[in-house]
Nanobody, 121 residues
């Protein structure tokens, strides 16, 4: 079973910064796409940021210019640096690793345990 281990959530004031970390097994790190999702109470889980196995990044519009997704190949870690945080960023954030099997077209998807991020004064 593939396990993604998250850390770094917490309480931060509006305008503050926080960094989420996700430890990824070495066996999948270089061949899987990585992403961060979030889910606020009463809302569906939404994609926040993604980075492909070759390093291409993408962000949902609401976080562009404020959040940065990055990878550390040596440590097999994925990060989400969040700045200029707003109360509406409050949610549980999930690390995700995904890859479509080229032969079967089956989507392989693994999730972290979730990290609570609360933005409040």
């Amino acid at each position: 079973q593939v396990q993604l281990l998250e850390s770094g959530g917490g309480l931060v004031q509006p305008g503050g910064s926080l960094r989420l970390s996700c430890a990824v097994p070495e066996t999948i790190f270089s061949i899987f796409n990585m992403a961060w999702y979030r889910q606020a109470p009463g809302n569906k889980r939404e994609l926040v940021a993604a980075v492909t196995s070759d390093g291409t990044t993408d962000y949902t519009n609401s976080v562009k210019g404020r959040f940065t997704i990055s990878k550390d190949n040596a440590k097999t870690m994925v990060y989400l640096q969040m700045s200029s945080l707003k109360p509406e960023d409050t949610a549980i954030y999930y690390c995700n690793a995904n890859r479509e099997d080229r032969l079967t077209k089956v989507l392989l998807s693994y999730w972290g345990q979730g990290s609570q991020v609360t933005v409040s004064s």
